[in-house]
């Protein structure tokens, strides 16, 4: 593992936008020294990223071989219908000795700008779609149509569209730099 004095913040990502942030609307204009500071020890989620317009920025190798893993780890749990699982991405601060000592480790990858060092892994895969998350899924859509929410991209779907959302998703935020 990655020095955790050197983490500077930790995403939990699914691909949906209900009840998926953490950031208070007027944080995002932080200056980036203050913003790291005040969520340094919480987990941020996909509205959040999309809020600071981070995007994870890797060479050509490097994200060709993460979106690999992630599409392969995303289709298998697909396959065993699994749903509800999250892309964990953890940034640290850059240090040459940390891609020196991890550099057999396919999910700890660099920023192009050697800025950062990103540590992706999929988490909170054992949630099967068993009668618990099929009545969540229905719960959660009424609710949504009785508030009438513009936004039910919820998290949780039967496991072929989810895995689609998830692969879809990490296809936007992971890019070749």
Not at 30 to 52: A, C, G, Q, R, T
Not at 113 to 118: E, G, L, R, T, V
Request: glycine content about 4%.
């Amino acid at each position: 593992d990655l020095p955790l004095h050197t983490k500077i913040l930790t995403f939990d990502l699914k691909g949906s936008t209900v009840d998926s942030k953490t950031i208070d609307d007027t944080d995002a204009a932080l200056s980036e020294e203050k913003f790291i500071e005040k969520y340094k020890k919480k987990v941020l989620k996909d509205v959040d990223l999309s809020m600071i317009g981070l995007k994870f920025v890797l060479n050509f190798a490097n994200w060709q071989n993460i979106t690999s893993i992630i599409n392969s780890d995303s289709l298998f749990l697909e396959n065993l219908e699994v749903t509800d699982y999250s892309l964990i991405v953890f940034v640290h601060k850059y240090r040459k000795e940390d891609i020196i000592n991890f550099k057999g480790c396919s999910r700890i990858i660099p920023s192009i700008d050697n800025k950062y060092i990103f540590n992706f892994s999929i988490v909170d895969f054992l949630g099967p779609f068993n009668l618990e998350k099929k009545s969540e899924k229905y719960a959660k859509i009424l609710v949504g149509y009785f508030k009438k929410l513009k936004d039910t991209n919820f998290s949780v779907l039967e496991p072929k569209g989810y895995g689609e959302r998830f692969r879809n998703f990490c296809k936007q935020i992971i890019i070749d730099g």
